[in-house]
């Protein structure tokens, strides 16, 4: 069992930054692959990015160029830092875990409750 725990949301500006933290909870956080999903109002829940168990790193084309996930396994934390925010980054992020590689197989079975990134144009 893996609980997770997001903060670093809130406002910005476009163009402006913020950096997500995915805590994890756990001793065997270093075999699960991480990833980062959002949802906006009225929108499905997207992959945004996401770090397997030897730190490959993945993302959307969307955010690609802008996002860096990584992790640190010691700290059982991922982060996803956010760069040059356009307004269409708003949603709801939430962090997700799994023995599984997420890029291939999907989202694992653990989620955080999310945290809001509101980008301001």
């Known amino acids: 069992q893996v609980q997770l725990v997001e903060s670093g949301g809130g406002l910005v500006q476009a163009g402006g930054s913020l950096r997500l933290v995915c805590a994890a909870s756990g001793r065997t956080f270093s075999r699960y692959a991480v990833g980062w999903f959002r949802q906006a109002p009225g929108k499905e829940r997207e992959f945004v990015a996401s770090i397997s168990r030897s730190a490959s790193t993945y993302y959307a084309d969307s955010v690609k160029g802008r996002f860096t996930i990584s992790r640190d396994n010691a700290k059982a934390t991922v982060f996803l830092q956010m760069n040059s925010l356009k307004p269409e980054d708003t949603a709801v992020y939430y962090c997700?875990?799994?023995?599984?590689?997420?890029?291939?197989?999907?989202?694992?079975?653990?989620w955080g409750q999310g945290t809001q990134v509101t980008v301001s144009s």
């Open positions: 997700n875990a799994g023995p599984l590689a997420i890029v291939v197989d999907g989202p694992g079975p653990y």
